[in-house]
């Protein structure tokens, strides 16, 4: 299956082909409110969470860190220390859409994979809770979770973050946000899967990723983009909705998880260049014939299993 010049993995095609189907059996998105495009996306995104590893121990906590209340779920895997350090994952789904349903089967991946503990937040979605909504109450999480994180079975001291697309964007955005006010030793790692960091997408990116039948084209990204903000041209250029604008020294280790065939490739290469300039201690993959969203074929996908193992390798080693 090809994708402008590029091929797209063959496992990542019957994975693309198989989400087709699903969504097929749903009415058209854009007919939908956003209540029911959440209903829709978690019943078609249900099949990839089944299966995976069985953890020893999950459980799930609703709390108010100060902000806001947030709905968190933590999984703890055979072997895991007490004190464990953490990965607190936040999913993506363009600020908008998903939940730590949705990506339960991947965190329960990254725990088992390594052998620590992964936080899934279920934040405030968009356009009911509108930035910075959803990153007030991550920021608030991570404050506490640095204060009480031992009430969690957590070191405190080796706490990593994570997220894909829209999530890690959160990431970042909460590591300088934490950074500010002068905490940003909290975060020991971040864990970037095909980050999403500002609405500008070139015409270079659309006409070799986007368009018709793609798995997420321009108007998509930049419609996500607009529940998010309150105000669309002013905050384009704040650097926490876009961290790309973002000064970025002082931030902790990154590694960037890039799939070659997507939409959004060119922004963590150019959050590379970025982060680089800036002294940030950054690591970058290419996952060939990999498109957005690849990590949840990871059922069917040899290259979702092994970004999955280069994850967990890297943020093992920012534990030490």
């Not at 895997?77 to 350090?85: I, L, M, T």
């Not at 009911?128 to 991550?138: F, G, M, N, Q, S």
């Not at 070191?155 to 990431?171: F, H, K």
């Not at 020294?249 to 065939?261: D, F, T, Y």
């Amino acid at each position: 299956m090809a994708t402008g010049e590029m091929t797209i993995d063959p496992e990542i095609a019957e994975f693309l082909a198989i989400m087709k189907q699903r969504w097929a059996a749903h009415p058209p998105f854009d007919t939908l409110d956003f209540p029911e495009q959440r209903a829709v996306s978690e019943a078609v995104r249900a099949h990839w969470t089944a299966g995976g590893p069985v953890m020893a121990e999950t459980f799930e906590r609703r709390f108010d860190a100060g902000a806001g209340e947030l709905r968190v779920r933590v999984y703890r895997p055979e072997g895991a220390a007490v004190p464990a350090p953490a990965l607190v994952y936040l999913h993506g789904g363009g600020f908008t859409l998903f939940s730590i349903d949705t990506h339960d089967r991947l965190m329960r991946e990254y725990a088992a994979a390594g052998g620590f503990v992964v936080i899934g937040v279920d934040y405030p979605l968009s356009p009911e809770h509108k930035y910075p909504v959803a990153l007030d109450r991550i920021e608030a999480l991570m404050l506490w979770l640095g204060a009480h994180g031992a009430t969690l079975g957590i070191d405190p001291a080796r706490i990593a973050m994570g997220g894909d697309s829209a999530g890690a964007n959160l990431c970042f955005a909460t590591a300088l946000r934490l950074r500010a006010r002068g905490e940003g030793g909290l975060v020991r790692a971040i864990l970037s899967n095909y980050g999403y960091f500002t609405p500008a997408v070139s015409d270079r990116a659309e006409a070799l990723f986007g368009g018709p039948g793609s798995i997420m084209d321009r108007a998509e990204a930049q419609g996500y983009y607009a529940n998010y903000l309150v105000d669309s041209a002013a905050g384009a250029q704040d650097p926490f909705a876009c961290p790309i604008h973002a000064e970025l020294a002082g931030l902790p280790p990154v590694l960037l998880v890039i799939p070659e065939c997507d939409l959004l490739t060119e922004q963590s290469i150019a959050m590379e260049a970025r982060l680089e300039a800036a002294g940030v201690d950054t690591e970058a993959r290419i996952y060939g014939g990999a498109t957005h969203s690849f990590l949840e074929a990871m059922s069917i996908a040899e290259v979702a299993r092994r970004a999955i193992r280069d994850g967990a390798a890297f943020i093992r080693r920012r534990f030490g």
